[in-house]
């Protein structure tokens, strides 16, 4: 699996953190770039903030559906917003791992 | 004094768990009462043979209210709502049950309404589900009269109840179409929101292969955002769009309806926010939930709920006598997965570890992530170890509810 770094900051092989706490806020306009966003407006801001809420306080960023309930935006906006699966993209941005998906 | 148990759900849950705690506990010291809203028990894992004629529809459905032993009260009533802070249920007619423990076990229930399109014009007519009585029957009488053109398999999104289902549905079709000679005029296409076949990546390669050789192709990460039915297509959230001839959908599933009008019950789905070791909600001390109810990161699938059972009912009986919780379940679900001309595949897993290739459930049983005639037996006879054995709450002889790693391979490292 291609491992890189974002200056000290460890990805795995999808391009999720892999330690978590190297990520801080100033990183988040460099990693929206990578994701082909620019700019990022208060919308983008408000869904990785509260991505990294949801994994500091429940252990796993939810799946899109979750965060469109409660974060409160429609799925057809988190897909304007992060085209490409909003979730998993929105995670790689606020630095926690990939979503647990369901089994 | 009598602790009062209620127990929301006469599904598989529901009813192992009911029956197990009656007979750990005496009539004096707990009472015990199971609601639901309906008394029809459905034997879920034969709905996808319905479609291809290999069950009838009437020889799934048992009375709930026979499913539980003597001395469990049964109340067939919809819900209106669980107050958490009062410690009540409070029915549709108004009646209020009061409970010392509260175990949840109504299911995951299907939201087919959610997906705009669905049920409107081709809903039963070129778009079907099976995950439902009425739409296996009638998905029947589709099947066996197309002759060519594009069967499509989606799954909405995730959660759903059995992940492996739709695949099944896929290989199923695979080997009814070549029985009756229209295989080569069909297209099957399986659409998903996961990147693969399965999320874990060895039965997803595994099952991505068998996918492959029998000519289904794969559509993967995506989500399905709504159903034209007049042009009959499936549009993604990302503009991506999937024609079909036929589509066999996995509806959106969420929780009971009664928890989204339960305050501080449910989560954002109506899942029970619960611990996935003890089974206790993280709710409240006094509520547990077992099965397809609870938000735990374990398959929603009859398995799971079973290998719960005894810990959901150890906890609770140490729950009741003020001790501390010491059950821990560690996520073990089993699946066999049907792949057509009388052969099955079985997957053997838990919170830590994927399907593994091996034996269950030693070194000496089935085999694992590999096709057999064996494995389909066992997924036959299975119904009947489900009537018999699992609903009465007895545990099966030589299988554990913790996964067993006897019999397993793992990569050399």
Known sequence: MAVETLGSVTLDGEGFFVHPDEWTEAMVPE?????????????????????????????????????SKSA?????????????????VAARIAGIPKPRGCI | MTRRIVILGAGTGGTLAANRLRRLHSRDAVEITVVDQNDDHIYQPGLLFVPFGLKRPEELVRSRHAQLHDGIAYLQSPIDRVDVAQDTVVLADGAVLRYDVLIVATGATLLPDETPGLTGAGWNDTIFTFYMLEGATALAGKLAAFDEGRLVVNVIDMPIKCPVA??????????????NGKRDRIDITYVTPLDGAFTRPIASQVLGSMLASKGVNVVTELNTGEVDSE??????????????????????????GYVSRS????????????????????????????????????????????????????????????????????????????TGFDKAVLIDFNYDTEPLPGH??????????????????????????????LLPGH?????????PDRGKIHEPV
């Open chain 1, 72 to 88: 409160d935006i429609s799925i057809k906006d988190l897909y304007q917003l992060f085209s490409k699966g909003p979730a998993k």
């Open chain 2, 166 to 179: 739709p695949l099944e549905f896929c290989f199923l079709a695979d080997w009814f179409f070549r029985k």
């Open chain 2, 395 to 403: 545990s099966l002889p030589g299988v554990g509810s913790a996964m």
């Open chain 2, 231 to 256: 042009r009959k297509q499936l549009i993604g959230y990302d503009g991506r769009t999937v024609p079909y001839d036929l589509a066999v959908v996995v509806p959106l599933h969420g929780g009971a």
């Open chain 2, 360 to 389: 269950y459930p030693a070194a000496i049983g089935l085999p694992l992530l590999k096709e057999s005639h064996l494995n389909h037996l066992g997924k036959l006879m299975f119904e009947w170890i489900y009537w018999h054995s």
């Open chain 1, 31 to 67: 990693l929206a770039r990578r994701e082909g966003i620019d700019p990022l407006t208060e919308q983008h801001w408000k869904v990785i903030r509260f991505m990294r809420q949801e994994y500091l306080q429940k252990g796993t960023g939810p799946a899109v559906r979750a965060l």
């Open chain 2, 263 to 338: 305050d501080g019950l449910g989560d954002e789905l109506n899942f029970i926010p619960t611990d996935p070791q003890t089974l206790q909600s993280r709710v409240k001390s006094n509520i547990f939930a077992i099965g397809d109810a609870a938000d735990i990161p374990a398959s929603k699938a009859g398995s799971v709920t079973h290998f719960e059972g005894d810990i959901l009912v150890e906890n609770v009986g140490r729950y009741l006598t003020g001790r501390s919780l010491d059950g821990q379940f560690d996520g073990h679900a089993n699946c066999f997965i049907e």
